[in-house]
């Protein structure tokens, strides 16, 4: 770079995932640069690949220099204090730290990766600031939306929604937010309001209102059609929320995000991820934007005319007690009719899943990178249901079983609660096996196929194995199944096939998982999951539960003996473990309400 050249700093904030839009993004951002300044960009990241890096580096000009910032370090101090909602992660929030952590800058541009830059992003830096906070255009998504009009004025609380800004696109004041103490309001105010619409774009507009200077849609301008400005005239396009080219078709300026992208090294790859977005993909987006719309009407009806947020937190747990006390009563009904397993709730409607729609090896690049991603997401979920004690373990029986397990193995579980499939992964970590082996979790296919928000993402995404109602789809599962437990892995089963919430007997047991550890010669180890109160009453007005996670004895297939024969004895030994554990725990025998038809009288059967 030429010294003599006025520095114009860009910040970014991506993973592995969104590198290939950051290509884009650079393309044209470098193409419509100008050789009278020198671009520093800086990209913010917790998790970038050296393969990535590299790629991104290559995009160094005279006058552009590119560096990777890892902000592990510093997202940890105020990592617990951060949330969000959907697949977002917490890199969003690296914009609002800007001000702290470069104090030798008085002036920043930040920027979203899923934008193209028309324009030379010089003449945004170069707009008068005063002092103002911030620079940034208005949201189209916001202006175009009754409902997100309300949410931005009644909870928000900007003056008008016209002047609720977009924070994709941001010039960033940072001599005045230092001077404002931006950051320490930012965090107090945190702590006191939650925004669950935009998260940090809410907290920006609420700790700006008043100091933002609001630029012309023309710098971040989104495929919606206002008709307010001309195509000529657009500086830069952000395809915001589910605007997405590299998943969709006939977007509104998508040739500008391909024109840039075939100049990429990551053309090919940005091409198969379009081509793999499934249809259950993107009825996930539109799910997705009606909880958002849903959300904000929420939040809206919340509030009253001093426009401060106010919740009726005992109605909300009068009605989650409701349901709970009625799914109690489904399952004392089921147990009396001897039925075992069906749910209790609800599942998602099942889309049937053909062999195209899931990868369940993880083999194409795109799932690669999905599942990796998802597996950190999920760790950090699991860490916060710990620290927040939404899933409480008491004590840990016999993890020695687990750990001297070297082959393969299928994992039997009691299956009560949704967070079940954490308690077992937080198990396995426990034993270090993590290290050399992964966990696998049998799923339902409704709920890959169909279930809604976070939960639906780690569904499709965190080594998850889909039961399908088709055929095809099943011996792609079976070959799977088959290479895991030849890897050495294991593999998570629920044998109950039913979720039934607390219950705390072990139900009678289907022969799946037994038939599946005959067939590869691999042990099943024996998990149940036995639970107490705790002191802690959760938002259903139930006390949460304490668990004592019991691992016992690995039971291992007679090679002497055929696959019907083995399936048996495997699944009754396993029954007999967990009917002891429940005994022993609980200091009561394992008995069944269920009505014998013959004498017309409820009795107690015994197994």
């Known amino acids: 770079m030429e010294n003599n050249l006025k520095v114009i700093p860009i910040f970014f904030a991506v993973d592995d995932i969104?590198?290939?839009?950051?290509?884009?993004?650079?393309q044209s951002l470098i193409e419509n640069s100008s050789k009278n300044y020198c671009y520093?960009?800086?990209?913010?990241?917790?998790?970038?690949s050296e393969e990535n890096k590299q790629k991104i580096l290559k995009y160094e000009r005279e006058n552009v220099k590119i560096e990777f910032v890892d902000l592990n370090y510093y997202i940890e101090e105020v990592k617990d204090k951060l949330y969000t909602r959907d697949y977002y992660t917490k890199t969003t929030y690296f914009r609002l730290f800007l001000p702290n952590l470069y104090p030798q800058y008085d002036k920043v541009i930040y920027l979203d990766s899923d934008i193209v830059v028309l324009g030379d992003i010089a003449e945004l830096y170069n707009t008068e600031l005063g002092d103002n906070l911030v620079a940034a255009a208005p949201d189209d998504v916001i202006r175009t939306i009754p409902v997100f009009r309300e949410y931005a004025e009644k909870v928000v609380g900007v003056s008008d929604y016209r002047r609720y800004f977009n924070a994709g696109v941001l010039l960033m004041n940072l001599d005045e937010l230092r001077k404002f103490k931006f950051q320490e309001k930012f965090l107090y105010l945190l702590g006191t309001v939650k925004f669950s619409v935009a998260q940090d774009q809410d907290y920006l507009n609420r700790l700006c209102k008043g100091r933002a200077k609001i630029l012309s849609v023309a710098w971040d301008r989104m495929p919606i059609d206002t008709k307010e400005i001309e195509e000529k005239d657009i500086k830069l396009i952000h395809y915001n929320l589910g605007s997405k080219p590299w998943h969709y078709d006939n977007i509104l300026y998508e040739k500008y995000f391909w024109q840039y992208a075939e100049k990429t090294e990551y053309y090919n790859i940005i091409k198969k991820m379009k081509e793999d977005y499934s249809d259950e993909e993107k009825f996930r987006d539109k799910e997705q934007f009606n909880n958002l719309k849903a959300l904000a009407q929420k939040e809206c009806d919340c509030v009253g005319e001093d426009r401060q947020l106010r919740r009726n937190v005992d109605e909300f747990?009068?009605?989650?007690?409701?349901?709970r006390l009625e799914v109690l009563e489904k399952i004392k009904k089921l147990e009396e009719d001897g039925i075992f397993d069906v749910d209790v709730e609800d599942d998602p409607e099942t889309i049937p899943l053909t062999p195209d729609d899931v990868d369940y090896l993880k083999e194409k690049r795109y799932s690669k990178l999905k599942n990796k991603f998802a597996n950190r997401m999920g760790l950090k979920f699991l860490n916060d249901l710990l620290k927040?004690?939404?899933?409480?373990?008491?004590?840990?029986?016999?993890?020695?079983?687990?750990?001297?397990v070297e082959s393969g193995a299928m994992i039997t579980c009691n299956h009560f609660n949704p967070y079940d499939s954490f308690a077992i992964e937080k198990v396995f970590r426990e034993a270090g096996m993590d290290k050399n082996k992964k966990l696998y979790k049998v799923i339902r296919e409704g709920n890959y196929t169909n279930f809604p928000g976070l939960y639906g993402f780690f569904f499709r995404n965190c080594d998850t194995l889909p039961l399908s109602s088709s055929k095809r789809t099943m011996i792609k599962f079976m070959e799977a199944v088959d290479t895991i437990l030849e890897r050495k892995d294991f593999i998570l089963i629920y044998p109950e096939q039913s979720m039934w919430w607390n219950y705390r007997k072990p139900k009678p047991l289907k022969p799946g998982a037994f038939k599946?550890?005959?067939?590869n010669n691999v042990p099943i180890i024996p998990i149940f999951i036995t639970m107490e109160d705790s002191t802690i009453i959760g938002e259903d007005g139930f006390p949460i539960q304490e668990y004592t996670i019991n691992i016992e004895q690995p039971i291992y297939p007679d090679k002497n003996l055929g696959e019907k024969e083995n399936t048996n004895i495997m699944r009754d030994k396993n029954f007999e473990v967990w009917k002891k554990i429940y005994e022993d725990f609980y200091q009561i025998p394992l008995e069944y309400t269920t009505i014998q038809e013959e004498n017309n009288s409820e009795t107690v059967k015994n197994f």
């Not at 927040?388 to 001297?404: H, S, T, V």
Request: glycine share 2%; hydrophobic share 40%.
């Open 18 to 26: 969104y590198t290939p839009c950051l290509a884009v993004t650079l």
């Open 40 to 48: 520093s960009i800086k990209i913010l990241y917790t998790n970038i």
């Open 317 to 323: 747990t009068a009605r989650k007690a409701q349901d």
């Open 388 to 404: 927040d004690n939404k899933l409480i373990i008491k004590k840990i029986n016999g993890i020695e079983n687990l750990k001297k």
């Open 516 to 519: 599946l550890a005959t067939r």
